[in-house]
Structure formats: structure tokens, C-alpha cells
């Protein structure tokens, strides 16, 4: 599987979040626990399996 950009960004905000619950818990509570931590997680999943479409990946 090659990684795009999409992915990659999906990649980086997985990161981000985990690096920002390990170190900043407190300062970025509104981040890294509840609703908020959800939607970030649910968003970063998404875009790291997103594939694209059929007719734009070029091989």
C-alpha cells in the first residue's frame, strides 16, 4: 500500500493527539478527552484507510 498525502495527514494527527496526551494532558484537556478526543480520533482513522477513488489513483 503506498501512503498519499491524505494518509499521511491522517498519520500526523494520530501523532499529534497521542503526543499531546502523553505530555500536555492538562493544558489541551478540551483535545485529548471526551467528544473532542473522539472526533479526533474518528477523523484521523479515516483519513489514514482512506483509498481515494477508483479513477484518481494512478498506478
Known sequence: ???N???VL???IIIFLGISEF???EELSM???GLG??????IG???IFYK?????VKH
Not at 478526543?37 to 474518528?42: D, R
Not at 481515494?52 to 484518481?56: A, C, D, L, V
Request: net charge positive; with cysteine; proline share 0%.
Open 37 to 42: 478526543g473522539l472526533i479526533c480520533v474518528i
Open 10 to 12: 491522517g498519520w500526523f
Open 45 to 47: 482513522s479515516t483519513l
Open 52 to 56: 481515494g477513488k477508483k479513477g484518481t
Open 1 to 3: 500500500m503506498k501512503l
Open 31 to 33: 483535545i485529548t478527552s
Open 23 to 25: 505530555f500536555f494532558k
Open 5 to 7: 498525502k491524505i494518509n
